[in-house]
């Protein structure tokens, strides 16, 4: 897939923050950043508040999404271009949405928020008001994401990819590292899930590395690029990032996020958990 | 206990350390981000386990402070900002482990 097709530079944002049709919107799940400033003319999206069911373990349905988009002034037409903090972990967890639910055009700015700060380019703290749309969401497109039953069906039959940290993946830490480690849920990892950190597939200033490095990540790791791909993490941001560079900057056609992630799987019952650097093996 | 599912993002980097964290078991490395003798507020810092490989990433407070729940052991911290980066290198054991990471072009 072209790169350009999925994924924008800073530079081009810049020069195109009026351009009609296209909308920006930074992904967050501490909004406070883009409350102190951000691309000028972009609406945003608060990871738990606006993407997050508030009641169940999971995230907004198509109408919940129809609505969301709606009030925020997006259009069916309109080409999404999206960023954010953390590497843009919740902006490629945003962009898994927009394809779940059939949006047509949508983006990343590579190296989202940190490139832009760091590139000095301006942010704005001014409010950002567009009119009403009337979105239509398509029904969830269920062949990008896994579930659990798909994840055990995995074991030894497709590649899982675990995103975490090393320490995260080998059980020695529970959950990243700087957040506390307070957590009821078993440490691991799947067992045969390959570690690939994210980490690996983006530069220091957050923009991903070239498709020729990533390539060489992903097969140096063990990746069977002609077999499916489930990626997981601890809640499935962090490996949205992954499927984005497997699926949407490599082209390998069957990648699935499983948005439960681990702390889905290292509570479940009667799974089973490897622990260790070793990927381990199907029982 | 509950299953703790909020995000992967960075908590506030400037408040205190929350009451649930047990110093006791916890492994936290904290600190200011400096240029020269000025604290450098926003730069992005991050944490690399013993083998260099990426663990976590916060974005410092105004006032230039950090922190992260690590583990007993060597970590690298490296802070990338507009004023430029620099790194620290610290050997850490449980309880609160306070240091600083030096910035230049």
């Known amino acids: 897939m072209a790169r350009d097709s999925v994924l924008v530079s800073a530079d081009w944002a810049e020069k195109n923050l009026d351009a009609p049709g296209v909308v920006f919107v930074e992904v967050d799940e501490d909004t406070s950043a883009y409350d102190g400033g951000h691309i000028p003319g972009a609406v945003k999206l608060d990871w738990k508040k606006d993407l997050q069911d508030p009641i169940r373990r999971d995230f907004v349905n198509q109408q919940q999404f129809q609505d969301l988009l709606s009030a925020r002034g997006i259009g069916n037409d309109d080409t999404v271009i999206l960023y954010g903090g953390n590497n843009n ?41 567009r009119p009403e749309t009337s979105y239509v969401a398509q029904p969830q497109d269920k062949s990008l994401r896994a579930f659990r039953d798909d994840v055990l069906a995995a074991i030894g039959s497709s590649n899982l990819i675990d995103v975490r940290s090393p320490d995260e993946y080998a059980g020695r830490l529970l959950a990243p590292a700087h957040l506390p480690q307070e ?33 060489e990540i992903y097969n140096g790791a063990g990746l069977d690029d002609s077999k499916p791909t489930i990626a997981y993490c601890r809640i499935g941001e ?46 | 206990m509950s299953v703790n599912i909020d995000g992967c993002g960075a908590p506030d980097q400037a408040a205190p350390i929350p009451a649930s ?81 030096a910035v230049a072009n």
């Open chain 1, 238 to 283: 962090r490996s949205s990032h992954t499927w984005f560079v497997l699926r949407e900057l490599l082209g390998h056609g069957d990648v699935k996020n499983y948005d439960g992630s681990w702390t889905e799987w290292g509570s479940l019952v009667g799974v089973p958990v490897a622990l260790g650097d070793e990927p381990g093996v199907a029982e």
């Open chain 1, 89 to 129: 972990w919740f902006a490629a967890y945003a962009y898994w949405y927009f394809k779940l639910y059939g949006h047509g055009d949508v983006k990343l700015i590579d190296g989202g928020r940190k490139k832009w700060e760091l590139d000095g380019r301006p942010l704005s703290a001014d409010l950002v008001d």
């Open chain 2, 21 to 101: 964290v047990d110093l006791e078991k916890e492994t936290v490395i904290s600190g200011f981000v400096k240029a020269g003798v000025e604290t450098v507020g926003g730069a992005y810092v991050r944490l690399l386990d013993a083998t260099g490989e990426f663990a976590a990433e916060v974005v410092a407070s105004p006032e230039g402070h950090f922190r992260f729940f690590a583990a007993p052991g060597s970590w690298t911290v490296r802070a990338l900002s507009r004023l430029g980066s620099g790194e620290s290198v610290v050997a850490v054991d449980r309880g609160l482990n306070e240091i600083s990471v």
């Open chain 1, 183 to 215: 957590q009821a849920q078993r440490a691991g990892h799947v067992p045969t899930a390959l570690s690939v950190p994210w980490s690996k597939a983006a530069n220091e200033d957050g923009t991903f590395k070239s498709d020729d490095e990533l390539r």
